[in-house]
């Protein structure tokens, strides 16, 4: 068994009608199933569709992350994540990320509806993503601008785009600008720039960050 551990808040409605934050912690994936543990209770080992008696529902499962829905709305949580959510009609959009030992913040984003891992990456002006993940969004890249920016490894051409939405845990961002550079140029790793970064309020506190948007 491979297992994970990572933490997470997601909004549930409670009996009353009103919306709170629960505390959903992943202890463990594998073989398509996540163990899960609601706000300290006994530990639920769930197959893909089904949900705790919380109404938090697993929807998939990777190697290293898991996808839950709770009130309608889903998130993609990577191993180290910590996800602040608003509640269901609440108006703050907000994620706290941990960084790992060497101090980068690595998360998983979702581009246009496909789940990719990223690094945050203040340093970077757009948000960077490979060919293969571009293809995988649906994104036609072949047929945008071409430009030359300067990279780690010295100048490279890259496709200048659009991306329709970027969402972060609960952040969603529209009309995003970004670029699509070849696998050997960027890694594994899409790099979340600052025309994602901008359009948020970033505090670090220790080893975590929180991103909340602003518009």
Known sequence: ???????????????????????????????????????????????????????????????????????GKRQSIAMGQRISAAPAGGSSQRITLTADAKGHFFTT??????????????GATLVAISSSHAKSAGIPYTNAERARVQTANGITSVYKVKLDTVRLGDITLNNVDGIVMEDNQLGQHGLLGMSFLNRTEMRRDGDSMTLTRRY
């Open 1 to 71: 068994m491979t297992a994970v551990a990572f933490v997470a808040f997601v909004a549930l409605a409670a009996g009353t009608g009103l919306a709170r934050a629960a505390d959903v912690q992943v202890i463990g994936v594998f073989g398509g199933k996540a163990t899960l543990v609601v706000d300290g209770g006994r530990p639920r080992t769930l197959s893909i569709g089904e949900s705790t008696p919380d109404r938090i529902r697993l929807i998939s499962v990777g190697s290293d992350s898991a996808v839950i829905e709770a009130d």
């Open 109 to 122: 984003v979702i581009v246009n509806g496909a789940s990719m891992p990223f690094l945050v990456d203040t």
